[in-house]
């Protein structure tokens, strides 16, 4: 690779440039199990201007670029599978402009999920944004751009279904916007424009590289609270998040289920209202759409004690990071399959089992996203990180549990790029042939996060 | 290494990077250098790395070390409960390491220098260590109730000795018996111990015993939180035990113990945490409660306070090797600009270090029109507003 630290160093500054072997062996790796690939470089850019530079560089020199938010994927997406530059985008994290009326948030793509919390917090608290459980140091953007879910995606879906609009400096230097901010001065919808959003989001970076995003922001109310429900039948799980959702009334509901307490699987439903009225209504509600399953002696509602009620409406839950530590190892790696509600006691099965025959724990955590249109079903294994057997163990449960994932019917999300592979061998081939198509034509050198994607 | 058994268990999520609501990046090392590795988690995947032999000794890795202010934010927000207390200890065995390897930065090995010879960081005379008292006419220590040892910065750093002035003003005019040992008096040795130096900061600390032992102390009164730290929680574990006090503690005593009632005009004035106060001993009270008793004074908070306090970037001897300065996200200059955005008229201190990294920060800034930093023994004596 031609040396390009000067012109880079023209570009960010000096200081935001490095071929450091300690850089270089940070961002090779993440918290998940995936092998360690190395950059030649990691650049930090503070503007759209500085990307479009670095990006028109790469060009240039046919140099790879793998863009990074927060790198909390756990499945290796920001390892520069064919080395190049690193980029860091979160010296970018300015929050540029709240829309209280309409209720959308326009960030730079750095802005991580804590900050805007705080933000929101400080400066707008009857608004808040769907905030997913990874540590509060992931950013909007990346969570955008994997599909990824949240604390109100319950009633919002995806988060990439909350974008509203976004900048994007494209493979070949160009900066474009997508959403209504490319025709107006307001980043209020995708629609009703031609939606070009879907040539960035769930590509793995391979497609363009986000500078800016708008994102829908929704009421953040007075009263919280939770309801747990229980059953040891995983039939009626699928029955149960359908009733629930149904009602309308919770913003997210997950269902728990740990070889802590092997055979039961807990349903937790969060909600919130403006009086204390209204938070009774919507508990009635909820207790009514599940009265069937307590008639018929397969479920019951759990009291969850007010001191423990504070850490199921923590947002994001610690106790879910928290799980690293399981194996007293430093490491966990999940696979959240997206799929339909009605998989749930199959997929529960299939989890039980793999656990089983590799020998690991099971923990098993489901967010429905939407009124019940799907689920991310997170099979996660914890591993000791100083015990390469071990990591070797959990590698090989994660590969298996995107097998049957895909086998059953769903589909592993923010897959590691192994299981990127096994995707494509269940893909329609023309469609796989339709995103080689769109990708050489966005990216015509390849320079965009390359491994990815690819077969 | 010691501690070397934990660094795997590290998840890197980043909590440590943050105060506990998450408004801006906490970590004073990260919030200026930006890259991975100067995290709390890069420092322990590094270190893993270091002893795996993946990755060599470097100056960039002892820079990285060395950044580390021991501000304590990440032993606070870290959410691994098994480990969470031994973070600092680590990046403190790590640097030994390097120390060992004599693979520390030039000025690291210049601050073990001075202090190994001249007893303080600037290579200043010790005869000269008590002239900021002459004007005082300060008694040596001879049995008085209290020892004022007012250390390095204390006894040689212009904005310190004026910390020490108005402190020992107040004393001697609120009856305080005390008595300081001038030219006898000597480093603490807290940042040397947390810059690794073990076996200097052990000479350090069992020297500075004994002479305490020979002068008959029982009760000491630091100027800085950090020797406050080092006496009241370090000196204990080689056999030195005295009761130690902040001088915010005996500032309380003398005027804190009621609210002030204020009419007329007030002035807006915020309160920057020293973490060896707060964070290492959770005493977050003390200088509020004097700065309450004092009328015309309105306290106003900063996003990040108490246990969320940004660090000043001095900590870890970073006051003197400056790994931290420069630049606008140097952490001085983003706290200034905090303490400005309160609307406060004044940055009140309770720390040699911190005054001295904020004078620097507010000029660098150029808001020395709009906001003053003043030591809270000065604000007392200047009888605000």
Known sequence: M????????????????????????????????????????????????????IVQLANREEIPITPMGGGLTLSGLVRPLKGGIVMDLKRMNRIIAVNEKS????????TSQGMLQAYLKKHHPSLKHSVPDAPPIATIAGNVLIHGSGHISQSGGFHSEMLNGMEVVMPTGEVVRIGSCATSPYWFSRAPLPDLAGLFLGWAGTTGIVTKLAIKLYPNRLFNDVKAFVTEDSEQVAEVIHRVTGTQVAEDVNVVMSSRMPGF????????????????????????????????????????????????????????????????????????????????????????EIADHFGIPHFIIVRVVGLGHCMMFAYA??????????????????????????????????????????????????????????????????????????V | MEYAEILHRCFRCGFCKLPSDYTDINCPSYLKFKFETYSPGGRMWLL??????????????????????????????????????????AFIAGKG????????????????????????????????????????????????????????????????????????????DGGVSFGILGDKESCDGNEVRSMGEMELFKHIAEKN????????????????????????????????HFNVYHYSHILKDLIGKKEAVTSGTSIPVTFHDPCYLGRHNNDYQAARDVLRAIPGIELVEMDRTMNNALCCGGGGGNFYTDILGGGPDSPARVRVREALETGAEVLVVACPQCILMFEDAIKSE?????????DLSEVVQSGLP
């Not at chain 1, 009291?303 to 799980?323: A, S, Y």
């Not at chain 2, 001879?142 to 020490?164: H, I, P, R, W």
């Open chain 1, 103 to 110: 209720r959308y948030v326009i960030t730079e793509a750095g």
């Open chain 2, 209 to 240: 015993i004994q002479e305490f032992r020979n002068a008959g102390v029982e009760n000491i009164i630091t100027l800085s939180p950090h020797a406050y730290h080092s006496f009241k929680n370090d000196y204990s574990q080689l056999g030195g």
């Open chain 2, 48 to 89: 893993k790395a270091w002893l795996n032999k993946d990755i060599k000794t470097t100056p960039r890795l002892a820079e990285i070390l060395f950044s580390c202010t021991a501000c304590g934010n990440c032993v606070e927000h870290c959410v691994f409960p098994a480990f969470k207390e031994d973070l600092l200890n």
């Open chain 2, 97 to 172: 390491e390097l120390v060992n390897e004599k693979a520390i930065p030039p000025k690291v090995r210049d601050y073990f220098e001075a202090i190994y010879l001249h007893g303080n960081p600037f290579k200043r005379l010790r005869k000269n260590r008590a002239n900021w008292a002459t004007e005082l006419n300060l008694e040596s220590f001879s049995g008085q109730t209290y020892l004022f040892y007012v250390g390095c910065l204390g006894s040689y750093d212009e904005n310190g000795q004026k910390m020490a002035y108005h402190t020992a003003k107040l004393m001697i």
């Open chain 1, 2 to 53: 031609k040396n390009i630290d000067k012109e880079l160093a023209d570009i960010v500054g000096s200081e935001f440039v490095s071929n450091h072997p300690e850089e270089k062996f940070i961002y090779s790796r993440d918290m998940g199990t995936m092998e360690p690939a190395f950059p030649d470089l990691v650049v930090m850019p503070n503007t759209t201007e500085e990307i479009q530079k």
């Open chain 1, 265 to 352: 699987q807990i349903v937790f439903m969060t909600y919130s209202a403006d009086t204390k009225e209204e938070l009774t209504w919507k508990r009635n509600l909820i207790r009514a759409s599940l009265k069937k399953f307590i008639d018929d002696n397969v479920g019951g509602f759990m009291v969850v004690l007010p001191v423990l009620k504070g850490d199921f409406l923590e947002v994001p839950m610690k106790n879910i990071t928290q799980f690293a530590d399981e194996m007293q190892g430093g490491g966990f790696e999940y696979i959240g399959a997206i799929m339909p509600i009605e998989l749930f006691s199959e997929a529960y099965r299939t989890g039980i």
């Open chain 2, 366 to 374: 150029g808001i020395s029109e709009k906001l003053n930093v003043m």
């Open chain 1, 381 to 454: 294994y914890a591993f000791n990180r100083a015990d390469e057997a071990d990591i070797k163990k959990v590698q090989a449960a994660l590969e298996d549990t995107n097998r049957k994932v895909l086998q059953m019917g769903g589909i592993p999300w923010k897959a590691e790029a192994p299981a990127q592979k096994q995707i494509i061998e269940h893909m329609d081939p023309n469609t796989f042939a339709l995103m080689n198509r769109i990708r050489a034509v966005l990216d015509p050198k390849g320079i965009m996060n390359p491994g990815n994607w690819e």
